[in-house]
């Protein structure tokens, strides 16, 4: 039975992957239903946060009774902009719930095990190892109130960061890691003096995540930024921020 529940937690992680970095301060959950040992329904956090995966997934499930749920992070008990999820959970008559995480949100933190199991289901933290640090980002930010940082560094042989003769110093592969990056973060910061050199588009070109473009922060303390640049056309599809200062 262990084997089964990491089964359905571990697909219940790879829904959550989608939506990494897409879904504003609320994180990104995986939810799968699961009847006769037979998956019914599964769902994840709707862009920009809202509904949550627990809703998406149950909502329009007509018989649901005795299902289990499998869920990535403790379901949340409070009341916000949408109604909690245990809720939903007790209304469609789910027996049993699972998650792999405890949501260190205050307003939720250990409190959805208690609730649901007033109501007579069965609710438990199973750990995942294989998934352990998924949720870094959120777990600093709710703890630190700081924004989880990942950082790109390029350099050639003869540790140059650029290459008079040609456009890249990095391989294909090397590319692609740095645009899945992308993929996964809500924003991206750079300088107008890198994006100046490198005509920068700054997005994600993965086929099938191209669609998607994070907020961008440029640093640009002297207005330097060319205006013919590749990149402007799509700073109109996308929120974009300009760093700099004004001496008093």
């Known amino acids: ?122 609710a438990k933290l199973i750990t995942n190892k294989k998934y352990g640090k998924f949720y870094n980002s959120y777990f600093l930010n709710k703890k630190f109130f700081i924004p989880f940082t990942s950082a790109k560094i390029a350099i050639s042989k003869d540790y140059l960061s650029i290459h008079k003769k040609n456009k890249w110093i990095t391989n294909y592969r090397s590319r692609s890691v740095a645009h899945f990056l992308r993929n996964n973060h809500d924003c991206i910061l750079s300088t107008s003096k890198s994006i100046n050199l490198d005509d920068s588009l700054l997005n994600c070109r993965i086929n099938g995540l191209n669609n998607y473009k994070p907020d961008l922060f440029i640093i640009d303390l002297k207005l330097r930024l060319k205006k013919k640049l590749s990149l402007i056309n799509l700073i109109k599809k996308r929120n974009t921020y300009l760093i700099t200062y004004k001496k008093m």
Do not use: Q, W
Not at 43 to 67: M, Q, V
Not at 76 to 81: A, M, Q, R, S
């Open 1 to 122: 039975m262990t084997k089964n529940h990491n089964n359905f937690l571990n697909f219940a992680f790879h829904l959550a992957e989608k939506n990494l970095g897409k879904t504003k301060l609320n994180p990104s959950v995986g939810s799968v239903v699961v009847k006769n040992g037979e998956v019914i329904s599964s769902a994840i956090t709707s862009l920009n946060g809202r509904p949550h995966s627990e809703f998406n997934a149950l909502n329009n499930l007509k018989n649901c009774s005795g299902a289990t749920l499998y869920t990535t992070l403790e379901p949340c008990t409070h009341k916000g902009k949408t109604p909690p999820c245990v809720s939903i959970i007790i209304k469609k008559k789910i027996k049993k719930v699972y998650y792999a995480f405890e949501d260190p949100d205050f307003r939720t933190y250990k409190k959805a095990k208690k609730i649901l199991n007033s109501n007579g289901i069965k």
